[in-house]
């Protein structure tokens, strides 16, 4: 069977996870309010704050599912740092015609961040599906540093749009780094998701002074970093984006990025693998790049060869046991566009 078919029924199964099991089920609303229970509809609760101490305060030992009303959500971020092991789903309802969108309206927000839990050898187990981010300096930050716990995590139908330091006003910082960011975040499954805007600027001038800041490349639509593995990035699409679309870094070994489209996407490449020169960073190995569909980077045309591309030393971090490591990048099946 093909691969990305068998990751396509697998995250079927697990959206189909909370239906078949025992689960605690919350609702949120942009018209609740979080004084209320949660517990229905009619109760809902208005933030991702409030979904947050609802559950710390509960401690469901269940799967969690939050059930996210259509409309607009203004100006919400968290810190979420309750995992039980069980799968906790933010997601539509059934039958929702539209996406909730979580408007961060330009201000310097990041979304959504993955805080410590009370057991880092507890898998996270976060699914966010089906929802709209925007307006956001940083998207979804699945930057736990503690490891393990940070694997297991699920990102299926999203809009990621307008995302970065353009639309934030350079707030909190200029140099905006992703719209999706992992660190030492594993086995994870980002699928059908877009990724429309990502930006820190357009030019190199990015505050029209005449300096050359160019702080275009620092940013990603997907950066993993730091010991991020056995990911799976399929079926996206990525469009407007000023820096690579996705970045690995520092020992992120193993990943599979397949049947992807770019468009407009990537200042230097697609994708690309990335240590410093100098350092103890190690470079990352064996990530697969599939059967993606390659249209001109954000700048134009790529250079020859350059649709992927590693930089920094291969052989950092070699144990010197005489072994052969596999390629840093194993690219396959390219359509060019």
């Excluded at 799967?63 to 100006?75: H, K």
């Excluded at 933010?90 to 990041?110: H, M, Q, R, S, V």
């Excluded at 975040?185 to 357009?202: L, P, Q």
Aim: hydrophobic share 35%; charged share 20%; proline share 4%.
């Amino acid at each position: 069977m093909h691969l990305r078919r068998k990751w396509a029924t697998l995250c079927g199964v697990l959206a189909l996870g909370p239906a078949l099991v025992s689960a605690t089920t919350l609702y949120m609303s942009p018209s609740g309010s979080d004084s209320n229970t949660g517990t229905s509809a009619k109760a809902a609760l208005k933030t991702l704050k409030g979904v947050l101490a609802k559950v710390t305060a509960t401690k469901p030992t269940d799967a969690v599912d939050i059930v996210v009303a259509e409309g607009t959500f203004t100006s919400q971020s968290v810190i979420w740092n309750y995992f039980n092991g069980q799968p906790i789903t933010f997601a539509p309802p059934t039958g929702a015609t539209t996406k909730p969108i979580f408007d961060g309206e330009g201000t310097g927000l990041t979304w959504f961040t993955m805080g410590d839990s009370a057991d880092a050898a507890v898998p996270t187990n976060l699914h966010l599906i089906g929802l709209t981010v925007t307006n956001y300096w940083l998207g979804l930050d699945l930057g736990r540093n503690k490891a393990p716990g940070n694997s297991y995590n699920e990102v299926r139908g999203m809009l990621f749009e307008r995302v970065g330091a353009f639309y934030t006003h350079g707030l909190p910082n200029p140099k905006g780094y992703a719209a999706l960011r992992l660190q030492q975040s594993s086995n994870n499954t980002i699928t059908g998701n877009r990724f429309h805007g990502v930006k820190n600027s357009n030019a190199a001038d990015s505050d029209g002074d005449g300096e050359n800041e160019d702080l275009t490349g620092y940013i990603h639509a997907i950066y993993a970093a730091h010991n991020s593995r056995g990911n799976v990035i399929a079926d996206n699409e990525f469009n407007q984006v000023t820096g690579d679309a996705v970045r690995t870094r520092d020992g992120s070994d193993d990943n599979l990025i397949e049947g992807n489209r770019f468009i407009t996407a990537g200042k230097y490449s697609a994708y690309s693998d990335w240590i410093a020169d100098t350092g103890d960073e190690c470079p990352s190995h064996g990530n697969r790049f599939k059967d993606n569909t390659v249209g001109d980077g954000y700048f134009g045309p790529f250079k020859t060869g350059f649709v992927t591309h590693v930089y920094g030393p291969d052989d950092r971090c070699s144990d010197g046991g005489g072994g052969t490591l596999p390629a840093r990048i194993i690219e396959t099946g390219t359509v060019v566009q």
